[in-house]
């Protein structure tokens, strides 16, 4: 039985894509920190309130600030580490299609929340790291990619409990918003199964 071997030469680009990978991510965790301390330092401003308010226009804008809005300490300390995980996966595994999936993740999450989600203000990053997981796991498998795959059995591993944030039994937490990212997630894993497939160690060379 041969192995999946990335080969070496794909295996050197990836590992140096990886320090980028985490510092993209750090910027992005940076901006969600940032604009939640803007939040306690500007309360008249009411940055919480423009979150997503389905299916009316106001909140449209929601669909892209909803993922830098946090409604406590909790809420983005709870988010900050898998989230910081995620998009340092995304970008350090599949640098072709990561901004894509990314700008996606949140788009369409946030427009399906808008178009179908219960009447409420809709806010945090939530979605986008359901979205981000959803996408990493699926993609490991269906490209035979063996280190997606090893940070897919993590992620379960830490996060496996996330799957229960599907179900709607807190009136506070936008479970919808879950839900949808996992679909989205899905979505853009098979969209993108045959973009940024990883390069295999050639066999038959080393059999030659």
Known sequence: MRVYQLDKDY???RKKAWPSAFRFALLFIGILWAVFFLDILFPFIDFKNYGIHPRRVSGLMGIISTVFLHGSLSHIISNTLPLLLA???????????AKRVLVFSMLLTGFM???FAR????IGASGLLYCLLTYIFISGFIKRDMQSIGISIVIAFLYGSLLFGVIPDKVDVSWES??????????LAWLYKDSDK???KNWDDEEE
């Open 11 to 13: 295996a050197l680009l």
């Open 87 to 97: 998009i340092t996966a995304l970008f350090g595994n599949y640098q072709k299609t």
């Open 113 to 115: 929340v808008w178009s």
């Open 119 to 122: 009447s409420a203000n809709h």
């Open 178 to 187: 879950h839900l949808f990212g996992i679909l989205v997630g899905v979505f």
């Open 198 to 200: 990883p390069v295999y």
